[in-house]
């Protein structure tokens, strides 16, 4: 018996060194898998081109919809070979990373503030009346101030409820950079982050979970990415701009609002832009990786299989499928600023692209 | 070797490995709970302040302490009266008729279903159901919750409590009939005070479950980090808040997850161990 079971665990031991040799032959040969988790923003324009990346190279790339912090910590503890955010890492933040990492801005999205109202469309809504409808002051889809400002609008008797997300978020974080923009009393006792202490409303998880939760909620009201509405025909509020026009949330004017100017490593939030065709909760959405691609024994190939995808997610071939899932693409300033960094990471101390 | 002594290492073994994981989850609860109970001391337990902003943050467990108990102890109270003339329908009044083997079969099919499909059943149909009626115009929070709990683990106390309603001695029963006692008395003066442990035993089990229950009452609770102020007012449930935050948690507010997750451990061992307690009590 006792014989028997040595025999077992050595098959067992020997089996699974043999599991690992072949592993790092694979890696490196050209078959590299790629992985990579974080925000659920832009989820669906990932999954689109990702399928495209598999279909034309061969190389397989997953994506795991975790949320945005998620995607930090897993790029933090090494398990996926980049990480994807919506709010991008803080001095302190990237500090409190391993080793230096930096930015790619993919492509640029929408917050939308969606509603549900049967029969109500084109509800416009200023910088008093979000305050006022987030803070929980006004209550009530028929008060005076919606009203005056939606002539022509039947707005009914009814509760207004506020869905927001119940998870950690980066939707929730450029929500609430912008609401912190417009009012100083938001700023005060709310705050931005990608979790806050939310002074009425529900919560529901995922922005497909607000999605969802709005949908079937007369009276609610909620922010979500904008994929997320347009795809489930949820009706979207016009919001007004820093210069004072009711915006639609649109691939032009999502674009829009990235015609300022950008620092180098592309860590700019795009809320509240001054541009008069501007959508004013509009952002960049991020992946994050290691600026030196030696860690954790990653192969070479790994590296440059890494980059090299990256490098074909910013080319006019991926960026061109972003309007299909309504994310505006990256301006050409934006485009060549990235390519400018992912040409500056390196493994030990090596440049991967030319 | 024999087999008797193999018998006895695989016994041993099996046994070992439940003392090393439960050992193995307070160990590392106690362990990570540690930063936010030194930060705020007895406050994470007092405090209604759930603030995970940076820079502003301060954790205080009690809404989601008086969430998880609210909704666990409406779906007790609901489903002690279902549960028990349920059972006693199957087990005694209607035994071995074709409806309450039906009735029991059905029982037990329930018992199986995934607590999910008991959300989405909630979400899409109890809850429209309640706005409806009028009870409140969303139809989330407590009231919502604690019902879909209390329908999610009738089945379990009935399945439970009519087996031990069957195992009471049919010789006692005939007896008290052969004294002129009527189908009442025989409930309430053989069969209860022979079953009475084994039933508790059963409602306890059934809290248990509706303690720790997590998708269903998150789907229909509100998450509202706030104390409910009433039966239809919405809040947040301590399993419900940890499958919500945890994936983007990080330091103290991790720490405060898996404080909660502390307790919400040491509430059901309370539970338990006052089940037990009363169990001994009355057999």
Same mark, same amino acid.
């Given at each position: 018996?006792?014989?028997?079971?040595?025999?077992?665990?050595?098959?067992?031991?020997?089996?699974?060194?043999?599991?690992?040799?072949?592993?790092?032959?694979?890696?490196?040969?050209?078959?590299?898998?790629?992985?990579?988790?974080?925000?659920?923003?832009?989820?669906?324009?990932?999954?689109?081109?990702?399928?495209?990346?598999?279909?034309?190279?061969?190389?397989?790339?997953?994506?795991?919809?975790?949320?945005?912090?998620?995607?930090?910590?897993?790029?933090?503890?090494?398990?996926?070979?980049?990480?994807?955010?919506?709010?991008?890492?803080?001095?302190?933040?990237?500090?409190?990373?391993?080793?230096?990492?930096?930015?790619?801005?993919?492509?640029?999205?929408?917050?939308?503030?969606?509603?549900?109202?049967?029969?109500?469309?084109?509800?416009?809504?200023?910088?008093?009346?979000?305050?006022?409808?987030?803070?929980?002051?006004?209550?009530?889809?028929?008060?005076?101030?919606?009203?005056?400002?939606?002539?022509?609008?039947?707005?009914?008797?009814?509760?207004?409820?506020?869905?927001?997300?119940?998870?950690?978020?980066?939707?929730?974080?450029?929500?609430?950079?912008?609401?912190?923009?417009?009012?100083?009393?938001?700023?005060?006792?709310?705050?931005?982050?990608?979790?806050?202490?939310?002074?009425?409303?529900?919560?529901?998880?995922?922005?497909?979970?607000?999605?969802?939760?709005?949908?079937?909620?007369?009276?609610?009201?909620?922010?979500?990415?904008?994929?997320?509405?347009?795809?489930?025909?949820?009706?979207?509020?016009?919001?007004?701009?820093?210069?004072?026009?009711?915006?639609?949330?649109?691939?032009?004017?999502?674009?829009?609002?990235?015609?300022?100017?950008?620092?180098?490593?592309?860590?700019?939030?795009?809320?509240?832009?001054?541009?008069?065709?501007?959508?004013?909760?509009?952002?960049?959405?991020?992946?994050?990786?290691?600026?030196?691609?030696?860690?954790?024994?990653?192969?070479?190939?790994?590296?440059?299989?890494?980059?090299?995808?990256?490098?074909?997610?910013?080319?006019?071939?991926?960026?061109?499928?972003?309007?299909?899932?309504?994310?505006?693409?990256?301006?050409?300033?934006?485009?060549?600023?990235?390519?400018?960094?992912?040409?500056?990471?390196?493994?030990?101390?090596?440049?991967?692209?030319? | 070797?024999?087999?008797?002594?193999?018998?006895?290492?695989?016994?041993?073994?099996?046994?070992?490995?439940?003392?090393?994981?439960?050992?193995?989850?307070?160990?590392?609860?106690?362990?990570?709970?540690?930063?936010?109970?030194?930060?705020?001391?007895?406050?994470?337990?007092?405090?209604?302040?759930?603030?995970?902003?940076?820079?502003?943050?301060?954790?205080?467990?009690?809404?989601?302490?008086?969430?998880?108990?609210?909704?666990?102890?409406?779906?007790?109270?609901?489903?002690?009266?279902?549960?028990?003339?349920?059972?006693?329908?199957?087990?005694?009044?209607?035994?071995?008729?074709?409806?309450?083997?039906?009735?029991?079969?059905?029982?037990?099919?329930?018992?199986?279903?995934?607590?999910?499909?008991?959300?989405?059943?909630?979400?899409?149909?109890?809850?429209?159901?309640?706005?409806?009626?009028?009870?409140?115009?969303?139809?989330?929070?407590?009231?919502?919750?604690?019902?879909?709990?209390?329908?999610?683990?009738?089945?379990?106390?009935?399945?439970?409590?009519?087996?031990?309603?069957?195992?009471?001695?049919?010789?006692?029963?005939?007896?008290?009939?052969?004294?002129?006692?009527?189908?009442?008395?025989?409930?309430?003066?053989?069969?209860?005070?022979?079953?009475?442990?084994?039933?508790?035993?059963?409602?306890?089990?059934? =809290? #248990?479950? &509706?303690? @720790?229950?997590? !998708?269903?009452?998150?789907?229909? *609770? /509100?998450?509202?980090?706030?104390?409910? +102020? %009433?039966?239809?007012?919405?809040?947040?449930?301590?399993?419900?808040?940890?499958?919500?935050? =945890? #994936?983007? &948690?990080? @330091?103290?507010? !991790?720490?405060?997850?898996?404080? *909660? /997750?502390?307790?919400?451990?040491?509430? +059901? %061992?309370?539970?338990?161990?006052?089940?037990?307690?009363?169990?001994?009590?009355?057999?």
């Amino acid at each position: 018996m006792k014989k028997l079971l040595v025999v077992l665990l050595i098959g067992v031991v020997f089996a699974s060194c043999q599991n690992g040799k072949q592993k790092s032959a694979d890696s490196s040969s050209k078959n590299v898998t790629i992985a990579a988790a974080g925000a659920t923003f832009p989820m669906p324009y990932y999954n689109m081109v990702i399928k495209n990346y598999i279909k034309e190279k061969g190389v397989l790339v997953t994506y795991g919809g975790i949320g945005s912090g998620g995607g930090i910590k897993s790029l933090k503890d090494k398990v996926v070979d980049f990480g994807a955010t919506d709010a991008y890492l803080s001095d302190e933040k990237m500090a409190a990373m391993p080793s230096e990492i930096v930015h790619i801005p993919t492509c640029l999205g929408a917050v939308v503030i969606a509603y549900n109202l049967p029969g109500v469309e084109g509800l416009k809504l200023t910088d008093e009346l979000l305050e006022g409808i987030f803070m929980g002051e006004i209550t009530k889809w028929n008060d005076s101030k919606i009203t005056a400002n939606n002539a022509g609008l039947n707005l009914p008797d009814q509760a207004i409820t506020f869905v927001h997300r119940s998870d950690g978020s980066g939707t929730t974080y450029i929500f609430s950079d912008y609401m912190s923009k417009i009012s100083s009393k938001w700023a005060d006792k709310v705050g931005k982050g990608k979790s806050l202490q939310w002074p009425v409303g529900i919560g529901a998880k995922g922005n497909p979970g607000v999605a969802g939760t709005i949908k079937s909620t007369e009276g609610s009201i909620g922010y979500i990415g904008s994929e997320y509405a347009f795809a489930q025909k949820i009706p979207v509020a016009l919001l007004k701009n820093a210069a004072g026009n009711y915006i639609e949330p649109s691939i032009e004017s999502i674009s829009a609002a990235a015609q300022g100017a950008m620092p180098a490593d592309t860590r700019v939030m795009l809320t509240n832009s001054n541009d008069a065709n501007a959508y004013p909760i509009s952002g960049f959405t991020w992946l994050i990786l290691y600026k030196d691609q030696a860690y954790n024994g990653r192969s070479k190939a790994q590296a440059l299989g890494t980059l090299e995808f990256l490098d074909w997610l910013i080319s006019a071939d991926a960026q061109a499928v972003a309007p299909k899932v309504n994310y505006a693409p990256l301006p050409e300033k934006a485009v060549t600023q990235a390519k400018t960094i992912l040409r500056s990471v390196t493994y030990n101390g090596e440049a991967l692209l030319k | 070797m024999k087999s008797d002594t193999i018998t006895k290492y695989v016994l041993l073994f099996s046994s070992f490995i439940i003392l090393l994981v439960s050992g193995g989850m307070i160990f590392s609860l106690l362990g990570d709970a540690v930063p936010v109970f030194e930060k705020f001391g007895w406050r994470f337990i007092t405090s209604t302040d759930w603030n995970p902003t940076e820079g502003r943050e301060s954790y205080g467990a009690l809404p989601f302490i008086v969430g998880t108990l609210s909704t666990s102890i409406l779906a007790l109270l609901i489903c002690l009266p279902m549960a028990f003339s349920t059972s006693l329908f199957i087990a005694e009044y209607f035994k071995k008729s074709a409806f309450s083997s039906i009735i029991s079969s059905m029982v037990d099919l329930l018992a199986g279903v995934p607590s999910i499909v008991y959300g989405l059943w909630g979400f899409y149909t109890l809850r429209p159901f309640i706005v409806s009626l009028g009870l409140d115009p969303q139809g989330y929070g407590i009231f919502t919750s604690g019902l879909i709990l209390a329908i999610m683990i009738i089945p379990y106390a009935t399945s439970l409590s009519s087996e031990i309603i069957a195992m009471v001695p049919n010789e006692l029963k005939e007896a008290a009939y052969a004294l002129g006692a009527t189908r009442m008395e025989v409930i309430f003066n053989v069969i209860l005070p022979g079953a009475r442990s084994g039933i508790i035993a059963s409602f306890i089990l059934a =809290f #248990g479950r &509706a303690l @720790g229950e997590t !998708m269903a009452v998150t789907m229909l *609770i /509100g998450n509202a980090n706030i104390i409910p +102020t %009433g039966l239809f007012s919405t809040g947040n449930s301590m399993a419900s808040v940890i499958a919500n935050q =945890f #994936g983007e &948690a990080d @330091g103290l507010k !991790m720490s405060a997850l898996i404080a *909660i /997750g502390l307790l919400l451990f040491v509430i +059901t %061992g309370v539970v338990n161990f006052v089940g037990k307690f009363i169990i001994k009590k009355l057999s």
